[in-house]
């Protein structure tokens, strides 16, 4: 019952999902701390990149990125944007995290980094489990 509780169902939200193509292989020819240097170089661009587009970052896993656009954060900016632009906005989002993420390389030095993206618009359910 308490997690049913915590569950709240959001309109009309659009989410970003992104990942470093290849993670797997890179990380198996490359040192933990080259990975991690390029892994935080990558998701410090796209930090910056999500304050100058007003989109809620959620969370980072490994080499995945996850935010939202559209979502009532109660005391987020994102209140205050047109609500019917959230997807318009998550979609330039994405094409400067996509140009950001050439300006990085992976560990060798010399391969820029490929992230692979998906968007989704719609209703979603938000909770902590």
Do not use: W
């Not at 169902?9 to 470093?20: G, I, N």
């Not at 060798?108 to 909770?127: I, M």
């Amino acid at each position: 019952k308490r997690v049913r509780a915590m569950a709240e169902h959001q309109k009309d939200v659009t989410v970003f999902f992104a990942d470093v193509v290849g993670f797997t292989q890179i990380s198996a020819v490359s040192s933990p701390g080259d990975v991690m240097i390029m892994l935080n170089s990558l998701f410090t661009m796209f930090d910056d990149v999500t304050d100058f587009h007003d989109v809620y970052k959620v969370e980072t896993i490994g080499d995945s990125y996850m935010c939202v656009t559209g979502l009532d954060m109660k005391q987020g900016s994102d209140t205050n944007l047109d609500p019917s632009l959230h997807a318009n906005r998550m979609v330039t989002f994405a094409k400067d995290i996509l140009g950001a993420a050439r300006q990085v390389t992976t560990p060798d030095g010399e391969t820029p980094v490929q992230v692979r993206v998906g968007l989704h618009s719609g209703d979603v359910v938000t909770g902590v489990v």
